[in-house]
């Protein structure tokens, strides 16, 4: 039923954006002598917001098709290279990359945003890197048939993907993935599978949601998973080919991120709509673009999802040394090879601050030279992964870290 009023509420909507476009352009028209008065460009502008707020969206595209190094713009050329039910990997190579350029693995978060959110992020990587990501499927485009998608799948995804792009390959996890990346990770080096990652980054990951709690990790916890599975699980309408399947819907998981920071996003709309009305399009496209993003948003598995409220923000299963794949205990202390960097941002109000660096005590096995933490100073959530910050202070770090750890894990492959 919940599903089904939001499919209601959506094409009401959608109906309301179209009328409000084409008002906001009418107004705008030098024709018009509406757009002349005092009232016209206001109208037109709030017309305008409204229009973009209200508007149905699908899944973006990545659309790189240049970067910029050293002063020339390379072509970039994007292609699906394994392709699963619930998520597709895909690779993005620059023209003019070395052969011996690393090969990195970023595993997007599967947490109601497409793959896309981390444009930034695969852009600037670009630059130094043949860099792969997992594209994740929205759980309302896969058919009943295809079976159920968990924790357990998500890892054997991470590791089907590593081993498609073979030995000495990079991993970076953002936010959410960090727990199934680390566990992907340890299996693997217990397995001293061949193509176990060269090293792993984790950014903004809730390996430890004890340390520094914040706003999110206090929702877990409040209520007991019997809440979750009664009030946040819905059913796919008869009108995606998902029909039938349980899922955590995306607009609800964009209802809850919006409602932590509603006072922000009002205010950035606000600014949006003086911008228009001052003629300053340039900035009103920047929020635009941001929004475009945010709110496009995809569904999780029901099973999936409830499986890490429980594990991850519950009961804590990682640091307490009780995470499970498959029945079998995932022993963090067995990564041997793999290096690991942790990254937080300072200001980071999803996953606080020592949450991922928390990984780093946990991986007793893994030599200390073979550990790095690096706070980024000033940076929220969304900063450590894009933006200037990202691109001036994180990425560096993160270049250097997987150069001095390239050139040791070249012979890997005949090691195992």
């Known amino acids: 039923m919940l599903y089904h009023m939001h499919e209601m509420q959506r094409s009401w909507l959608a109906s309301a954006s179209a009328w409000a476009s084409i008002s906001s352009e009418m107004l705008s028209n030098p024709v018009m002598p509406m757009g002349y008065l005092g009232l016209g460009p206001m109208a037109a502008s709030a017309l305008e917001v409204f229009a973009h707020a209200a508007?149905?969206?699908?899944?973006?595209?990545?659309?790189?098709?240049?970067?910029?190094?050293?002063?020339?713009?390379?072509?970039?050329?994007?292609?699906?290279?394994?392709?699963?039910?619930?998520?597709?990997?895909?690779?993005?190579?620059?023209?003019?990359?070395?052969?011996?350029?690393?090969?990195l693995l970023i595993v997007a978060p599967m947490s109601g945003h497409y793959a896309t959110l981390l444009r930034g992020t695969v852009e600037r990587m670009i630059e130094s890197a043949?860099?792969?990501?997992?594209?994740w499927a929205d759980a309302r485009t896969v058919p009943v048939s295809d079976?159920?998608?968990?924790?357990?799948?998500?890892?054997?995804?991470?590791?089907?993907?590593?081993?498609?792009?073979?030995?000495?390959?990079?991993?970076?996890?953002?936010?959410?993935?960090?727990?199934?990346?680390?566990?992907?990770?340890?299996?693997?080096?217990?397995?001293?599978?061949?193509?176990?990652p060269a090293?792993?980054?984790?950014?903004?990951?809730?390996?430890?949601?004890?340390?520094?709690?914040?706003?999110?990790?206090?929702?877990?916890?409040?209520?007991?998973?019997?809440?979750?599975?009664g009030n946040v699980i819905a059913?796919?309408?008869?009108?995606?080919?998902?029909?039938?399947?349980?899922?955590?819907?995306?607009?609800?998981?964009?209802?809850?991120?919006?409602?932590?920071?509603l006072g922000a996003h009002m205010q950035s709309h606000y600014e949006m709509f003086k911008h228009l009305t001052?003629?300053?399009?340039?900035?009103?496209?920047?929020?635009?673009?941001?929004?475009?993003?945010?709110?496009?948003?995809?569904?999780?598995?029901a099973e999936f999802y409830l499986q890490t409220v429980e594990e991850v923000f519950q009961k804590h299963s990682i640091p307490?040394?009780?995470?499970?794949?498959?029945?079998?205990?995932?022993?963090?202390?067995?990564?041997?090879?793999?290096?690991?960097?942790?990254?937080?941002?300072e200001r980071d109000d999803i996953s606080g601050v020592g949450q991922t660096k928390a990984a780093l005590k946990l991986a007793k096995g893994l030599p200390e030279k073979k550990k790095r933490y690096y706070l980024a100073e000033g940076a929220g959530h969304y900063g450590i992964f894009n933006g200037s910050k990202w691109r001036d202070k994180v990425a560096p770090e993160v270049e250097k870290f997987m150069s001095e750890h390239t050139a040791k894990k070249a012979n890997l492959k005949a090691v195992a």
């Open 55 to 103: 508007a149905t969206r699908g899944k973006p595209e990545f659309g790189i098709e240049t970067v910029e190094v050293d002063g020339e713009h390379d072509a970039v050329v994007e292609s699906i290279v394994v392709t699963k039910p619930f998520g597709d990997l895909l690779r993005f190579r620059r023209k003019g990359l070395p052969k011996n350029a690393p090969k």
């Open 130 to 135: 043949e860099v792969y990501i997992t594209d």
């Open 147 to 196: 079976g159920n998608f968990d924790l357990d799948d998500y890892i054997d995804y991470i590791i089907e993907f590593l081993d498609h792009i073979g030995p000495g390959t990079h991993m970076m996890a953002v936010c959410q993935p960090s727990v199934p990346a680390l566990a992907a990770t340890a299996l693997m080096n217990i397995d001293k599978h061949p193509s176990r």
């Open 199 to 229: 090293t792993l980054t984790m950014m903004g990951g809730p390996i430890d949601t004890r340390e520094s709690p914040t706003t999110v990790n206090d929702m877990a916890m409040d209520r007991p998973i019997e809440w979750f599975r």
């Open 235 to 261: 059913t796919v309408p008869l009108s995606y080919k998902g029909s039938g399947r349980k899922v955590y819907p995306g607009f609800l998981q964009l209802a809850s991120f919006m409602s932590m920071n």
């Open 278 to 301: 001052a003629g300053d399009t340039e900035s009103a496209d920047q929020t635009k673009d941001f929004y475009e993003e945010y709110r496009s948003v995809c569904d999780m598995t």
């Open 320 to 345: 307490n040394g009780t995470f499970e794949h498959k029945g079998k205990v995932v022993d963090l202390g067995k990564i041997t090879d793999t290096a690991i960097l942790c990254i937080e941002g």
